[in-house]
């Protein structure tokens, strides 16, 4: 229910965007991020992008962010997991072991 | 198509429509049936042995025991990406006889045809059988043809029974042992999903493709090669989960599949989050699980991936010695769950 | 500084903790996506034997009234109506059946990816009258919002939507206050918080369950390895004595989440009190339409009645989404309620806890289920 993948929007004209969800191409309204543009990576969730998401980050797929600079302007919350060394945990860029 | 409108889109019929319609007469045995044949099955199924047309196929003798099966094909849509229904009918059921060890022989179709069904989706579905019949090196000898009235039969459901031969000791769960190990020839839930996905979503443009394909030459292959193939079967209905948790079941050890080796595309797993369901559980229709002793692991691999519908083969587990007759999972966390067959019918229609 | 954090170390941080704890402690999660992840992962059979992470109510479908699902299931079966759905909630069953199962009584019931597809079926069909089943918590509600805001810029006369929204915050307070229906406090010492939530609500959200009741709070993504880490960090806080608010999502959750879809969110409903399964009616834990977009509520369109709460004879859902039984101790679990048969709402969607005990069978440190 709760589900949302990290997708680049390959178009983006007003607030429609079509996104490439692995291979899977769905059109997302992009009403929730105003401001994103063509080539922007997002997160997905039911047909619309609700967090813009930086490339990096979104490249490597939910892995956490350990970098303080990066991390500047997300607050404490995320400056105690941070702080304790909570950081990337970086995982297989492709799921569950296969390749395309 | 949009969901109200699927049902009527291909029975939709205007009164003297015969020509380009299936019709009640079309079933009844008589001449129309003769002409419906002659014009939209023979031209792409016919061989001498078909084409005798008698009551009966008579198969010439041959030496070994004789395997025979049999599978129903309802699945809806008729055509979906990577195949149709055609193709799953020889696809099937030969590969039910192959992972028995058995070499195809000769197939028998049963049509149940729609009134109203479009001749022309009837004629592709027939090249897609002959096609694939084609592929997998065998014929279908005999058959049979039925018309039911409009909106049953959802346009049209295919029944294939299978005859092979096998030779030799053919694999059977008797023969599986501790220290197995258990290959699968590639990724997981590919068709199950791109049915489901077909159906529910249109609209979607989709990556995903069935993987339906008749796995009997791959198989013939593996089998010259590496003569301690223990057990084969290929994961349909139930997936991957039911197919390992019967494994376990039927030879009363205990079964260890490995998360981190089993391969789901990306394109698959989306779909799946998309539509509530767990890969594990979703059918494949060109795929084998193959369990053979360790020390031959790498030759059958070797041999699988000389195929191309094997290229991605891979170990995915074990039989280890307990005797509990359960499956289990270790996850890509270092945990563990059990594998249980799905309990109920989590896919409707896709085969 | 930024160490990535393997699978098997933050398995083995979370250990060196709990050794630490020198008692046993409790922690729960309140997402639906969670517990599938959880149960998926087998991270279960990797706890140790003093944390155990519970599955709260976390599952949109499964503590909305069956008398929802009922209500779309009525729905779908008119002939006029064509019932738009996500694709998770086809198979879940009321007591009149599912869906689906309407679907093949000849409903036209049709799976969407988005919200909005609903409203394109409405302007392409206009002689249908299409309901939206609009179900889940804060990261699904900005979706319907949208949706009726588009509706309501076209002035569609044939769009309405069957809301059964809920947001999480009363009822994580209500499993800390306890009360009459939820009986005493439950006992955890911190919250796996959903991370998708707080992509909307935003990091602070979760601030008042740390700062009012001394909870400690990871805000968690959803693969296994995000998962593990969070509850590492959970374990250590805990064993230090620390409990404070955590983002270990920092990606995609900021402090003050989405505004902008919060914001529709707010523009188009307003907390009502709502019937939760297992917990009860909890003020301000619903989200009803507010008046200038009622004429979309497919409630009123309809002239439905709000469901009933009858809760079935001898099922223990609300302590199991309480975290006080386990499904394996109610004694209706897999024998007469079944995912084929589900009894509660537990068992009801694929997101439940009796339905992933059900369905991913724990495993123990033998081996044995």
Redesign the interface.
């Known amino acids: 229910m709760c589900?949302a993948?990290p997708a680049k929007l390959v178009t983006c004209d007003g607030t429609n965007g079509v996104a490439d969800?692995?291979?899977?191409?769905?059109e997302v309204s992009t009403l929730l991020v105003p401001g994103v543009k063509q080539g922007d990576w997002v997160l997905v969730h039911a047909g619309f992008a609700i967090q813009k998401l930086e490339e990096d980050e979104a490249q490597e797929t939910f892995a956490l962010l350990g970098d303080m600079a990066k991390a500047a302007g997300k607050e404490a919350a995320a400056s105690v997991a941070a702080e304790r060394g909570f950081s990337a945990t970086t995982r297989p860029d492709?799921?569950?072991?296969?390749?395309? | 198509m949009?969901?109200?409108e699927r049902k009527t889109d291909l029975c939709a019929m205007a009164p003297a429509a015969y020509g380009t319609r299936i019709a009640l007469a079309h079933g009844g045995g008589g001449q129309l049936t003769d002409e419906l044949l002659e014009s939209s099955i023979l031209p792409h199924l016919g061989n001498d042995l078909l084409n005798e047309m008698l009551d009966s196929a008579i198969l010439p003798q041959t030496p070994g025991r004789l395997a025979f099966t049999i599978d129903g094909y309802v699945v809806q849509p008729l055509k979906f990406p990577g195949g149709d229904i055609g193709r799953l009918a020889v696809s099937g059921t030969v590969n039910d006889l192959a992972v028995c060890g058995a070499r195809p022989l000769g197939l028998a179709l049963s049509l149940i045809l729609a009134e109203g069904l479009e001749k022309k989706i009837l004629e592709e579905v027939m090249a897609s059988i002959a096609a694939t019949a084609a592929e997998a090196g065998v014929h279908v000898v005999t058959g049979d043809t039925k018309v039911v009235g409009r909106g049953q039969a959802d346009g049209m459901y295919i029944t294939t029974a299978g005859i092979g031969m096998i030779s030799g000791q053919g694999p059977h769960p008797r023969r599986v042992k501790t220290g197995d190990v258990i290959i699968l020839s590639g990724?997981i839930a590919d068709h199950g999903l791109a049915v489901m996905?077909a159906r529910?979503?249109p609209?979607?443009?989709?990556?995903?493709r069935s993987d339906v394909a008749p796995l009997n030459k791959m198989i013939e292959t593996l089998m010259k090669r590496i003569a301690t193939v223990a057990f084969m079967r290929d994961p349909t209905r139930g997936g991957l989960a039911g197919a390992a948790a019967d494994l376990a079941r039927r030879t009363g050890l205990h079964v260890v599949l490995e998360?981190?080796?089993?391969?789901?595309?990306?394109?698959t797993?989306?779909?799946a989050?998309?539509?509530?369901l767990?890969p594990l559980e979703v059918a494949n229709e060109g795929k084998v699980l193959i369990v053979v002793p360790e020390a031959d692991a790498a030759g059958a691999l070797a041999a699988l991936g000389d195929d191309p519908r094997g290229v991605d083969a891979r170990v995915i587990g074990r039989v280890e010695a307990?005797t509990?007759g359960?499956c289990?999972?270790?996850?890509?966390?270092?945990?563990?769950?059990?594998l249980?067959k799905p309990?109920?019918e989590?896919l409707?229609r896709i085969c | 500084m930024s160490a990535a954090l393997s699978?098997?170390e933050s398995?083995a941080r979370l250990r060196a903790a709990a050794a630490r704890l020198g008692r046993h402690a409790n922690f729960m999660e309140v997402c639906g996506t969670h517990t599938v992840s959880v149960?998926?992962?087998?991270?279960?059979?990797?706890m140790p034997d003093n944390v155990t992470l519970l599955s709260g109510p976390g599952c949109p479908v499964c503590v909305t009234s069956q008398g929802d699902i009922d209500q779309l299931v009525e729905l779908a079966l008119r002939k006029d109506v064509?019932l738009c759905t996500y694709?998770?909630?086809?198979?879940v069953t009321g007591a009149t059946g599912s869906l689906?199962g309407a679907?093949g009584q000849g409903a036209?019931?049709?799976?969407?990816?988005s919200a909005l597809?609903a409203v394109k079926?409405a302007i392409a069909?206009p002689r249908?009258q299409v309901v939206f089943a609009a179900v889940g918590f804060e990261t699904t509600t900005p979706a319907t919002a949208a949706a009726i805001l588009e509706a309501d810029r076209l002035f569609l006369g044939n769009f309405t939507a069957l809301t059964s929204h809920k947001v999480i915050m009363p009822a994580m307070r209500a499993l800390l206050e306890g009360g009459s229906s939820t009986g005493k406090l439950i006992n955890v010492d911190g919250f796996l918080c959903p991370g998708h939530v707080a992509v909307i609500l935003g990091a602070a959200a979760f601030r008042p369950v740390v700062e009012n009741y001394g909870k400690a709070c990871v805000i968690a993504g959803f693969e296994?390895?995000q998962i593990?880490a969070a509850m590492a960090l959970l374990v250590e806080m805990v064993a230090d004595g620390k409990p404070v608010l955590a983002n270990a999502y920092p990606q995609a959750v900021s402090e003050e989440g989405n505004t902008v879809a919060w914001g529709l969110v707010q523009k188009v409903f307003e907390p009502c009190p709502s019937y939760w399964r297992g917990l009860g009616v909890l003020p301000d834990s619903g989200l009803g339409l507010r008046a200038p977009y009622t004429r979309y509520d497919a409630r009123i369109r309809f002239e439905l009645g709000t469901p009933g709460n009858r809760e079935p004879a001898g099922c223990r859902c609300g302590d199991v989404i309480t975290g006080r039984a386990t499904p394996a101790e109610c004694r209706l679990f897999g024998n007469v309620c079944?995912?084929?048969r589900a009894i509660g709402p537990c068992m009801v969607s694929?997101e439940g806890t009796c339905q992933a005990w059900?369905?991913?069978?724990?495993?123990s440190k033998e081996?044995?289920?």
């Not at chain 1, 969800?21 to 769905?26: Q, Y």
């Not at chain 2, 609209?203 to 995903?208: D, E, I, K, R, V």
């Not at chain 3, 149960?39 to 990797?46: D, K, N, T, V, Y």
């Open positions: 589900l993948v969800l692995h291979g899977n191409r769905v492709t799921r569950k072991g296969g390749s395309k | 949009s969901g109200g990724s996905l529910e979503m609209q979607m443009h989709s990556a995903l998360e981190e080796k089993i391969l789901v595309r990306p394109e797993q989306h779909a989050q998309m539509l509530g767990d307990r509990d359960v289990e999972l270790h996850t890509r966390l270092g945990g563990r769950r059990i249980q309990y109920g989590q409707p | 699978p098997q398995i149960f998926r992962s087998g991270l279960h059979s990797l064509t694709g998770d909630m086809i198979r689906e679907r036209d019931v049709r799976v969407l990816y597809d079926i069909e249908r296994p390895e593990a079944t995912p084929i694929s059900f369905k991913y069978q724990r495993v081996g044995k289920p």
